[in-house]
Each structure stands twice: as structure tokens, then as C-alpha cells.
């Protein structure tokens, strides 16, 4: 049985979070690059935003029907905005396949 380790566990972890607030805050920088470029596809947003969800009740996954071109434009913002993220990766020791070192 392979059993993980507790400091293994932990910097795993701290990657995932890394990774995941990397992720999220790239997306917003190219979000709000794109709505700042483009002032016309900010209002259309705006007016899908405000007609679409109640100004009574937080925003759900129950507004996304009435929420298309939100929707669409963050699908094009992940599209092309590089949203992926890297980890620099140093091995710890050399590791010999069919005689090849890596």
C-alpha cells in the first residue's frame, strides 16, 4: 500500500492553490484588458447582467440560461488568453531509462 506523506501532502496542495489563484487571476487580467479594449461589448455585458439576475438574490448557476453572452465571452477569454499555467520542474536525482539519463 503506498501511503503519502504528510509534507507531501501539504506541497501538493500548496500547488493546486498556487495553480488555481494563477489561473483565476490571469483570466480576470485578460477579462478586464478585453472589456477595456472593447467599451461597446462591456455595456451589452452589463445590460445581459442587469436584466438577467434578480437585484434581490446573489448570482447562482441557476442564472446562466439568461447569461449567453457572458458566458461566451469568458469562453473566448480562456480561448485566447493563455490561461495555463506552468510549474518549473527540477528533478532531484537522475533517473536512467533504457539507458538513457534523464
Do not use: K
Request: glycine share 4%; aromatic share 14%; hydrophobic share 45%.
Amino acid at each position: 500500500m503506498w501511503i503519502i506523506s504528510d509534507e507531501y501532502l501539504e506541497s501538493l496542495i500548496g500547488d493546486l492553490f498556487i495553480a488555481g489563484t494563477e489561473t483565476t487571476t490571469t483570466a480576470l487580467r485578460w477579462s478586464i484588458v478585453c472589456l477595456t479594449e472593447y467599451p461597446e461589448i462591456q455595456e451589452s455585458l452589463y445590460r445581459e447582467i442587469t436584466s438577467g439576475i434578480s437585484n434581490f438574490l446573489p448570482p447562482s448557476v441557476f442564472n446562466r440560461p439568461a447569461l449567453v453572452q457572458v458566458e461566451a465571452f469568458y469562453m473566448e477569454v480562456l480561448r485566447f488568453g493563455h490561461v495555463e499555467f506552468y510549474l518549473f520542474v527540477c528533478v532531484q536525482r537522475e533517473a536512467h531509462l533504457h539507458g538513457i539519463v534523464t
